[in-house]
Structures are given as C-alpha cells and as structure tokens.
C-alpha cells in the first residue's frame, strides 16, 4: 500500500528558505561566540593562561577543541 502525504504547492520551498536563513544566523552566532572567546583570552596576560593551563598558540585549539576532536 502506497502511503501519499500531500503538500500545498509553494509551501515547501519557503519552509527550506526560512531553514537555511535559520541555521545561517545560528552558525553566525556560534562563530561570533567563538571569536570572542579567543579576544578574551588574547587579551590576558600569559601569567593568567598559564594559571588555565593555557598557552598563547594553543588557544584556537582549545576554543575549536569541539570542531577539532581534542
């Protein structure tokens, strides 16, 4: 038995419009969350990302450690 769902004509391209437009605006905050993590530990002093365990050239690492698998 054939199962037919029906779906008003015009409405499907705009649900996938306003889906990209959705996900683009969240991978935009995501990426502005993300650089301003990474300025804010630029902007301390090698002392204070010591004391975090951090160094300098190993910050994107750890902001994008998620993205990367680390």
């Known amino acids: ?9 015009g409405r499907r391209p705009f649900s996938r419009l306003f889906s ?8 935009s905050a995501a990426a502005r969350s993300r650089m301003t993590q990474i ?16 160094s300098r050239d190993a910050i994107p690492r750890y902001v994008f450690r998620d993205l990367i698998g680390l």
Request: net charge negative; proline share 3%.
């Open 39 to 54: 300025e804010r530990l630029n902007a301390m002093g090698d002392d204070d990302l010591a004391a975090r365990g951090l």
């Open 1 to 9: 038995m054939a199962d037919i769902s029906f779906q008003p004509a």
């Open 20 to 27: 990209g437009i959705g996900l683009g605006l969240s991978m």
